[in-house]
C-alpha cells in the first residue's frame, strides 16, 4: 500500500473519529452494529475454532475477538491494526486476556504471523491506486493461512463512496479459484456484502 493509499484510510477513520467519537462502531466505518455483528456471525462459521489461532486482518477495535471468544473460549487471537488510535482502543480493552495478541502495522506490507485462519472484515473494502490491490492481499493472506481465510467485500456501493471500493463476487471468486479449489460464497446475509472462505 502506498503512502497515498495508507494517508487516504487515515484520513476516512480521522473523519470518522472526529464525527462519532473514538471507540465507537461507527468510527470504524460501520453503519450500524448490526451489520457488524452479522458478518461476525457469518465469519465465526469458516471452521472449529476451538484451539486454533486466528489472524484478524485489520482488527480495529478487536471487535470480532469479543465475538469470537464467546463462542470459542480457547482460541489464540493476533490483531493487526495500522491506525494507532484504533488500535490504541483494541488494546486498552483486551490487552489484559491472556490469548489476545496486537501488532501495529500495515498488513499489505508486513510480515505476519501465521496462523490456522485468517481473516479479513472489512479491510479489503478500501479503495486503492492499484488495481490488483484485492487480488494481492487475498493472495498474500490465504498463504499466511495453514487451514483457511475468510474474508468479506461490499458488491455495490451507493452512493459512491472515495475510500471504498466494490467487487463483484463473480470476479472475486474466479480469481480464488486460481489459488484453491476449495472456495465458498455466501451471500444475502446483509445488505451488498457477501463472504468468501478458501481453504487449503
Request: aromatic share 14%; hydrophobic share 40%; with cysteine.
Amino acid at each position: 500500500m502506498n503512502l497515498l493509499d495508507k494517508a487516504g484510510i487515515f484520513l476516512f477513520h480521522k473523519q470518522l473519529i472526529n464525527e462519532f467519537g473514538t471507540g465507537t462502531t461507527e468510527s470504524l466505518g460501520w453503519n450500524e452494529r448490526a451489520g457488524q455483528q452479522a458478518r461476525f456471525n457469518v465469519l465465526s462459521g469458516i471452521g472449529d475454532l476451538t484451539g486454533r489461532s486466528v489472524l484478524d486482518a485489520g482488527c480495529g477495535h478487536a471487535d470480532l475477538f469479543e465475538y469470537l471468544i464467546e463462542l470459542y473460549p480457547q482460541l489464540e487471537y493476533y490483531g493487526v491494526e495500522q491506525v494507532p488510535g484504533i488500535l490504541q482502543v483494541a488494546i486498552n480493552r483486551h490487552s489484559e486476556h491472556p490469548f489476545a495478541h496486537f501488532f501495529e502495522g500495515d498488513f499489505s506490507a508486513a510480515e505476519l504471523p501465521m496462523a490456522d485462519y485468517v481473516i479479513a472484515c472489512g479491510s479489503l473494502n478500501y479503495r486503492n491506486s492499484d488495481d490488483r490491490y484485492v487480488f494481492k492481499m487475498i493472495e498474500k493472506l490465504f498463504n499466511n493461512s495453514r487451514v483457511g481465510f475468510g474474508f468479506n467485500l461490499l458488491q455495490v456501493i451507493e452512493p459512491p463512496h472515495a475510500f471504498l471500493s466494490a467487487y463483484h463476487p463473480v470476479q472475486i471468486m474466479e480469481f480464488c479459484r486460481t489459488l484453491t479449489s476449495r472456495v465458498r460464497l455466501i451471500e444475502n446475509y446483509y445488505g451488498q456484502d457477501y463472504t468468501v472462505f478458501m481453504y487449503h
